[in-house]
T-cell receptor, first 114, second 111 residues
Framework: NAGVTQTPKFQVLKTGQSMTLQCAQDMNHNSMYWYRQDPGMGLRLIYY???????DKGEVPNGYNVSRLNKREFSLRLESAAPSQTSVYFC?????????????FGNGTRLTVT | QKEVEQDPGPLSVPEGAIVSLNCTYS??????FMWYRQYSRKGPELLMY????GNKEDGRFTAQVDKSSKYISLFIRDSQPSDSATYLCALLIGGYQKVTFGIGTKLQVIP
């Protein structure tokens, strides 16, 4: 059982380039999330999708867009990368909408923007 | 003031020691309390999940919640080198999808 799978694992971009981070879960979870993790800042929510067809902004959405492609997949797009977006990005999923369900994380994408 | 405060450490202890990790929070609406363990270059994994005040035990791990003091703790008994990781507390308001994380405490257990 793979759980939450993120691709790519590593990426280096130049300022202004674009890219899409992919995430897929096989746990039949309704809710999916994108976080970034930076030293001294902890995990910060970028966007989340409570269910298929809905997306909402989190704490730090500027510079990002998301797509909930289907129940399994939730992608994060950087349209014009900036050095401030250098970070480790984690995708997560959780079970039932509206209930307190723990998050299950992927192993992250390490992004460097030069 | 941050919603969740957690000492980032690092915390170094000898093998076999009892470890105490703590978080304080300011929002009394938090109802669900979790501890995640994160190994280097990996995603966080759920370790403990509690709802009520009091203690919850799972093997060598005990999670403690004191809602009146807005204080949560994770105790690790007989610590092992394999416990070396960063431990993040996480809090959730019931009915919402958004989890609030502490910044994590880095623990090193020395053989």
């Amino acid at each position: 059982n793979a759980g939450v799978t993120q691709t790519p694992k590593f990426q280096v971009l130049k300022t202004g380039q674009s890219m899409t981070l992919q995430c897929a879960q096989d746990m039949n979870h309704n809710s999916m999330y994108w976080y970034r993790q930076d030293p001294g800042m902890g995990l910060r929510l970028i966007y989340y999708s409570a269910s298929e067809g809905t997306t909402d902004k989190g704490e730090v959405p500027n510079g990002y867009n998301v797509s909930r492609l289907n129940k399994r997949e939730f992608s994060l797009r950087l349209e014009s990368a900036a050095p401030s977006q250098t970070s480790v990005y984690f995708c997560a999923s959780s079970g039932q909408q509206g209930l307190a369900s723990p998050l299950h994380f992927g192993n992250g994408t390490r992004l460097t923007v030069t | 003031q941050k919603e969740v405060e957690q000492d980032p450490g690092p915390l170094s202890v000898p093998e076999g020691a009892i470890v105490s990790l703590n978080c304080t929070y300011s929002n009394s609406a938090f109802q669900y309390f979790m501890w995640y363990r994160q190994y280097s270059r990996k995603g966080p994994e759920l370790l403990m999940y509690t709802y009520s005040s009091g203690n919850k035990e799972d093997g060598r791990f005990t999670a403690q919640v004191d809602k009146s003091s807005k204080y949560i703790s994770l105790f690790i008994r007989d610590s092992q080198p394999s416990d070396s990781a960063t431990y993040l507390c996480a809090l959730l308001i019931g009915g919402y999808q958004k989890v609030t994380f502490g910044i994590g405490t880095k623990l090193q257990v020395i053989p």
